[in-house]
């Protein structure tokens, strides 16, 4: 391998996933994975040292969480702690540098301003506490004119970075080369995501089983950055979830080996 890493996001075991970290992380790291990513929501009820006991067990350890929604409650006085400071404080405890976010939507273009604005307030936030906040891109930052795309591009603050998916960047209709260029200045990792189709729809696959253009996005980060998460992200699979982290791991290391 080169010094990219390798992660796998845990999406693919499912919600149940919580009841199951050992035989996860066991999957994952037989897969030949470094790490993982995995949603607040499956981890926030394990305590911080049991969660990094598990993965340490494995050779693992937690690249990045993932968050949505507004993260900061406007009915909240000032010195209430929120969901961020819970989030933050779990990765801190778990020595996690990076925090992924999705989901803004907006009906407005006040209501898309008001959600810029929290990611930069979040940002900051997180920079202050050793934490990169990632934006993580479905299809729709794409469509009606990239208009959600342009907003993080133009106005997001240095300290709120992006975490492309590679596969919905495609779905959006978007060529991937040119998104990675503009994103670059604050690139800070990568999800492989890849498609069946190009059509509406989750219909994810196995890394390389697809249409998404990973390969060429591959290429662009070797030339263009290094030390660098590169995470495989597959929301849903018809093998088992062990089996597609294989394939996953497999395609990546081809991609990115030395």
Partial sequence: MSDFKIACQTITWGGGQKDMFPQVFAEVAKA?????EIGFRHIK????????????AEGLVLAASHVGGNLF????????RGILDEVIDYLT??????????????????????GVDMLNRAAEKCKSAGIKLLYHNHNWEFENGGKVMHA?????????????????VMKGGADVVPVL?????RLGAVHFKDFATNNPG?????????????????????????????????????????????????????????
Avoid: H
Avoid at 152 to 168: E, S, T
């Fill in 32 to 36: 030949g994975f470094d790490a993982v």
């Fill in 45 to 56: 009820d394990t305590e911080p040292a049991k969660l990094t006991e598990m993965l340490q």
């Fill in 73 to 80: 409650d406007a009915a909240q006085a000032d010195q209430e």
């Fill in 93 to 114: 405890a778990t020595c996690t540098g990076l925090l992924m976010y999705s989901g803004l939507r907006y009906e407005s273009d006040e209501q898309l301003a008001q």
């Fill in 152 to 168: 993080l591009l133009k106005d997001g603050c240095d300290a709120l970075g992006f975490c492309p998916d590679i596969g919905w």
């Fill in 181 to 185: 260029d503009k994103m670059k200045p």
């Fill in 202 to 258: 989750c219909d994810t696959v196995i890394l390389g089983k697809g249409v998404a253009p990973l390969a060429e996005a591959a290429d662009w980060l070797k030339k263009n950055v290094s030390g660098m998460y590169v995470i495989a992200e597959q929301d849903n699979a018809d093998v088992p979830a062990a089996k597609a982290a294989a394939g996953n791991a497999a395609y990546l290391k081809s991609l990115f080996a030395s």
